[in-house]
C-alpha cells in the first residue's frame, strides 16, 4: 500500500519521491497509480524550483536546440531572422536579436519570448 502523500521537505523526502515515481513510471493516466505519479511529479517539480533553481537559456543556444529539435537549417531561420549573413551574425553572436525577430521566432518556433528577449551569454560578457 502507497503512503500517504505529503509535501517533499527534505533531501530524504525528495530521494524517496524519486523512487516512487520510477516505481509507477508508465502508469496510465486516471489510473490510481497514475494519478499518484502526476502529483509526484508536481511536488517533485515544486521541491526542484525550490532548492535547484535554473537559470532560463541563453536565447541563441535557445534558438540552436529548437533547430536541432525541428531538424531545421540556417536558411529555415531566414523568414524570421532575415538573410544568410544576418542569421550567421545572429547564431555567432555578432548581432543581437531585433524586437520583430524575437516576435517572428516566438510566433513561428514558440521559443518563448522571456528566453528570447534576455542577453545572450556573449553580450553580458562584453
Do not use: C
Not at 36 to 50: G, K, P, Q
Not at 57 to 86: S, W
Not at 111 to 117: D, E, K
Amino acid at each position: 500500500m502507497a503512503t500517504e502523500l505529503r509535501p517533499i521537505r527534505s533531501k530524504a523526502d525528495y530521494e524517496a519521491a524519486l523512487e516512487e515515481v520510477e516505481r509507477l513510471w508508465g502508469a496510465k493516466s486516471g489510473t490510481p497509480d497514475g494519478d499518484r505519479l502526476d502529483v509526484l511529479a508536481t511536488l517533485i517539480e515544486v521541491f526542484e524550483a525550490r532548492h535547484y533553481p535554473m537559470d532560463p537559456p541563453d536565447p541563441i543556444e535557445a534558438i540552436r536546440f529548437r533547430m536541432e529539435q525541428q531538424g531545421l537549417t540556417r536558411k529555415d531561420l531566414e523568414p524570421m531572422i532575415g538573410p544568410r549573413n544576418r542569421v550567421a551574425d545572429v547564431l555567432n553572436r555578432k548581432r543581437g536579436l531585433s524586437i520583430e525577430m524575437i516576435r517572428r521566432l516566438h510566433e513561428q518556433l514558440g521559443i518563448s519570448a522571456r528566453v528570447l528577449i534576455r542577453p545572450s551569454r556573449h553580450d553580458k560578457v562584453a
